[in-house]
């Protein structure tokens, strides 16, 4: 079915709110006025009540995904995941300190992108959060149970992990891919010397197929697929009927490798890349490809121990497109095409034709006539190109300038984002007819339907995710957090309810209904449990052992003290592991830990659990140390003295509360 | 933390309506809002009274072990510590209510009229540590087999 025809030209004023833009006062006097339609009251939350969704949204360049509620917009929690954190010493102690491992040594930080909820039929099942670092190609999964990073997993072969962490139906594969593409050792291996200018001769995309253990969430690269050098975008897995199916844009199809924003827009077209994982896998798993040798990462929290480790892998198999005969085609796209998504029926593919103003719409049906019919025009390194006109549904037009992404509402209904334009746009996936639009301030990015990329969006709401916040909140100097802004889209217009400011630059979100995740939590960890090496069940137990330079402190923390309190025999030169291990078991009830001078961080243990913090002191002294974490009405009073004294003391190891030593 | 609530209930039970200071009001305004049961013996799980006949030393044991591990950290015997002196507390109070207020700590500081007064005088809202009906029970045996006044 074609609805090419059936397209009217809207009015749509896309060239003046481009214009707008250069002046942001002209788009804050056009401001809804939200408050005089009720809006206050949709976002109300009233004092002890609980927001409808949970919104995870990445946090970009802080490298951690921030928790918002849906639809106060209230920051609830952020969770560390590639950024070292000192709240509670994320990163920074020995317990956590391995999730940020990776073959180019301890990276600290990351760029966050896509949050994408594991599923489970194509629904979302409230266990898991996956998310990538652009950056340094990493994948991290988040357990929903804690709000805690329970792995990490460095992808190897691959450059600007971008269209990452996308995952399947029943989340059995999560995707990385290579937006940069390098150059790799033949065989495949380490970072390769060669001239930048041999880009096109020597330099390499790559997707990578994580695999996803159902039962504990582990992840495992799979296999890998070598692809020409394009810049490979953004990514979706297939729903429904098209659940088989991985979608990728890509641009630089030019093959530039410098001055990417004009020689990289040179051809009429790009490529959408569709792979069948089912296929590509089976065949990987015959044994076709090569194993490689390569080196990278894997790093994953041990649950009974709560303690991270790493593992180096050394091997990867990699496949050549010539070998997936029937699993791999490229469909020629609009120029420099971003966000590639799934409708929830599977059928349909949209994708944002960035530097147009139309959004592109590929039917399932078309692609696989044309695959049955071997339409094919050319072939690009082993990967047959579809005819365009055969896989075209519709492009609807009028979309705005700089269509980026759209989201579903299950209800028949797309909604794209507008960069350019600063817009939100709605049209019909039925006869890509455009129905209604509203401005954003300003210039958003990724927009999110809550389930937006499920086979049952729950609609209700949308969110736009803007690149620009400029006069929106009081001014914070140069830079201020994004802002969102939070829609009802369950009548015929787009109502817009609220503002919200939001850490970092989220590049995407994704909302849960809070009754998939509120019931699950983990309120305390159970201490008799607790099987961290260096635990200390009680206080009878606490100990200081000094074994050369190193000393092991095995402190206990409760209301209001710790034990020991006093410790002497610490010299300059030890290396001083605090073993803190809180014997509370209540909800909300942490202790900290933090003592001066401290040149790491100071650490946050949760009720039941141990936490390590290594100290190296450099002078002789006393140095107090205190719980950060307000705790009681003594709180104040939980303190205490480490007395270093210089490397060649004779002062014995001595230490206790509430005795004189 | 959970203290820190409460002694802001005590300033401001008047003019708030959260469910605490609701609670904390309520104990603090009269006590007869209780059961004579729970003044006598606490409020929490254990409903109903709790009798004890001969000591039961084996049971005594196992509840020193629990003590030692979940309560020394604030209680000793024979002396006030963090919280109050444990060692003749079966003579003030009744099984059931030294249960209560080891499974429900908060609940018994915010409710009963004597707990409250205890969170007064020593400060630290005492913690919950998660121990279980028979582990409570335990550790009544061992407060009875420590009391001088324990009769068998």
Not at chain 2, 116 to 127: D, G, I, S, V
Request: net charge neutral; charged share 25%; with cysteine.
């Amino acid at each position: 079915m074609s609805f090419n025809k059936q397209l009217k030209n809207i009015l749509t004023g896309g060239i003046a709110l481009l214009l707008a833009m250069g002046t942001f006062s002209g788009c804050s006097s056009s401001n809804s006025k939200a408050g005089d339609d009720g809006a206050a009251e949709q976002v109300y939350v009233p004092p002890g009540k609980h927001d409808e969704f949970y919104s995870f949204m990445s946090g970009g360049w802080t490298g951690n995904v921030s928790v918002y509620g849906i639809p106060s917009g209230r920051h609830l929690y952020t969770i560390p995941v590639f950024s070292q954190d000192p709240t509670d010493g994320y990163g920074y102690t020995e317990e956590t300190k391995a999730l940020l491992n990776t073959s180019h040594g301890s990276v600290p930080w990351g760029d966050t992108h896509h949050v994408e909820p594991s599923k489970t039929d194509g629904l979302y099942d409230g266990r898991w959060i996956f998310v990538n670092d652009r950056n340094t190609p990493r994948l991290a999964r988040i357990n929903l149970k804690s709000f805690r990073t329970d792995e990490t997993i460095e992808i190897p072969n691959t450059a600007g992990n971008h269209a990452a962490s996308f995952t399947s139906s029943n989340s059995e594969y999560v995707s990385a891919m290579s937006e940069y593409s390098i150059p790799l050792d033949k065989p495949l291996g380490n970072g390769t010397d060669v001239p930048i200018d041999s880009y096109a001769k020597n330099f390499k995309g790559m997707c990578t197929m994580v695999k996803v253990d159902q039962k504990t969430g582990q992840m495992s690269v799979d296999f890998q697929i070598e692809l020409p050098p394009f810049d490979y975008d953004l990514g979706r897995f297939g729903l429904g009927v098209s659940k088989d199916w991985i979608f990728y844009t890509d641009y630089n199809s030019e093959k530039a490798h410098t001055m990417l924003e004009a020689n990289a827009s040179q051809n009429d077209k790009d490529f959408v890349l569709a792979i069948n994982w089912k296929k590509a896998a089976k065949i990987a798993h015959q044994g076709k490809g090569k194993v490689v040798s390569t080196e990278y990462y894997h790093n994953i929290v041990d649950p009974k121990t709560n303690w991270a480790k790493s593992e180096i892998k050394q091997k990867v198999r990699v496949l050549q497109p010539s070998e997936l005969k029937g699993a791999i085609y490229f469909m020629p796209g609009p120029k420099s095409p971003h966000g590639i998504n799934v409708s929830p029926s599977g059928e349909y593919i949209s994708i944002g034709g960035k530097l147009s103003s139309t959004v592109t719409v590929y039917s399932l049906d078309n692609m696989k006539k044309a695959i049955a019919n071997n339409d094919v025009s050319e072939t690009i390194d082993g990967i047959p190109v579809l005819d365009f006109k055969n896989v075209e549904d519709e492009q609807v037009k009028k979309a705005g300038l700089g269509p980026l992404h759209v989201e579903y509402d299950g209800k028949g209904y797309g909604y794209n984002s507008a960069f350019i334009s600063s817009e939100v746009v709605k049209w019909s996936l039925k006869t890509g007819k455009v129905v209604d639009r509203h401005p954003t301030y300003y210039s958003i990015g990724h927009l999110t339907v809550p389930g937006g990329d499920t086979r049952k969006p729950y609609g209700k709401y949308l969110i736009g995710l803007n690149k620009i916040t400029k006069d929106r909140y009081l001014p914070t100097g140069p830079e201020m957090f994004a802002g969102e802004q939070l829609f009802d889209i369950t009548g015929d217009r787009m109502k817009l309810l609220l503002d919200f400011p939001v850490e970092g630059e989220p590049h995407n979100a994704t909302e849960l209904p809070a009754s998939l995740i509120d019931t699950n939590q983990v309120k305390y960890y159970d201490l008799d449990k607790n099987q961290n090496p260096y635990v200390t069940r009680k206080e009878a137990d606490a100990k200081v052992v000094r074994k050369g330079h190193r000393v092991d402190v095995y402190m206990t923390a409760i209301r209001s003290h710790f034990v020991p309190d006093n410790i002497e025999g610490i010299k300059v030169g030890d290396e001083v592991h605090f073993h803190v291990t809180n014997l509370e078991q209540e909800w909300d009830i942490p202790h900290g830990f933090a003592l001066m001078g401290m040149q790491n961080s100071g650490i946050l243990i949760m009720p039941g659990e141990t936490r390590s913090i290594v100290w190296k002191p450099k002078k002789k002294g006393v140095y107090p140390f205190y719980c950060t974490d307000f705790c009681s009405a003594l709180h104040q009073e939980m303190q205490g003295y480490v007395r270093v004294s210089p490397s060649n003391s004779k002062v014995k190891i001595a230490y206790g509360t509430n005795k004189e030593l | 933390m959970l203290s820190i609530i409460s002694w802001g209930c005590s300033s401001s039970s008047k003019e708030s309506n959260n469910n605490q200071s609701a609670q904390a009001a309520s104990a603090q305004a009269s006590s007869s809002g209780l059961t004579s049961f729970q003044q006598e013996n606490g409020i929490g799980p254990i409903k109903k009274e709790v009798k004890v006949g001969k000591l039961d030393q084996k049971l005594a044991n196992k509840g020193k072990n629990i003590f030692e591990s979940k309560c020394s950290s604030c209680h000793q015997l024979g002396k006030r510590y963090v919280g109050p002196d444990l060692k003749e507390v079966t003579s003030r109070r009744t099984p059931a209510y030294i249960m209560n207020m080891i499974m429900n700590p908060s609940g018994m500081t915010h409710k009963h009229p004597e707990a409250r007064k205890l969170l007064a005088k020593f400060a630290t809202q005492m913690a919950d540590m998660n121990v279980s009906k028979d582990q409570a029970r335990a550790i009544v045996e061992y407060f009875r087999s420590v009391n001088p006044d324990t009769k068998n």
